[in-house]
């Protein structure tokens, strides 16, 4: 069971997760409040109270890593001539918003009315990339193509210091 004072710092820490300032505003000394905001994020009560607030807001908007995924592959995978063309004139037609497919409108990041006519924004699909490869683990490098590349690099390093050796020494007996 959390005394009152926790039960606030949890509501507290779920607006910004910022400990410290959560101590604060839950009514701990300011002076200290770094660390008791520390020491309760480590009580196990507080945290897992933290962990049941956080899960129930998830579920509260169904939020699912899937969906999220499934956005960023949407906007990385965006193609602008589903929802642009340009006629022979050489002017652009923009699809009417409520005819463009789901992924075109997560792919727009913003549409305004600009001096010239609409100003259309959308989002970062280079990042969109990024994400998608990070999440996949595609930027980095296993564990075992580490210790080989290791493995390699001491061995060129091995066989350059044994032709120096041999350079050096064979230069000291001709002398």
Request: glycine share 4%.
């Amino acid at each position: 069971m959390l005394t009152p004072k926790q039960k606030l710092f949890v509501q507290e820490y779920l607006l910004d997760q910022n400990a410290a300032a959560a101590a604060r505003r839950a009514g701990y000394s300011s002076k200290n409040s770094d660390k008791i905001g520390h020491q309760l994020l480590g009580k196990t009560r507080v945290s897992e109270e933290i962990k049941f607030a956080m899960k129930n807001r998830v579920d509260q908007i169904d939020l699912k890593s899937e969906t999220i995924l499934k956005a960023v592959v949407s906007i990385a995978f965006f193609d602008i001539s589903s929802v642009i063309t340009i006629n022979d004139d050489n002017q652009l037609k923009i699809l009417s918003f409520n005819k463009m497919d789901k992924n075109s409108q997560t792919a727009i990041k913003s549409i305004s009315q600009g001096k010239h006519g609409l100003n259309i924004q959308f989002h970062d699909k280079l990042e969109a990339l990024k994400l998608l490869g990070e999440h996949f683990g595609m930027w980095t490098k296993s564990k075992q193509s580490l210790h080989e590349e290791q493995s390699k690099n001491r061995l060129l390093a091995i066989e350059r210091l044994q032709k120096y050796l041999q350079v050096r020494l064979g230069q000291s007996e001709t002398k």
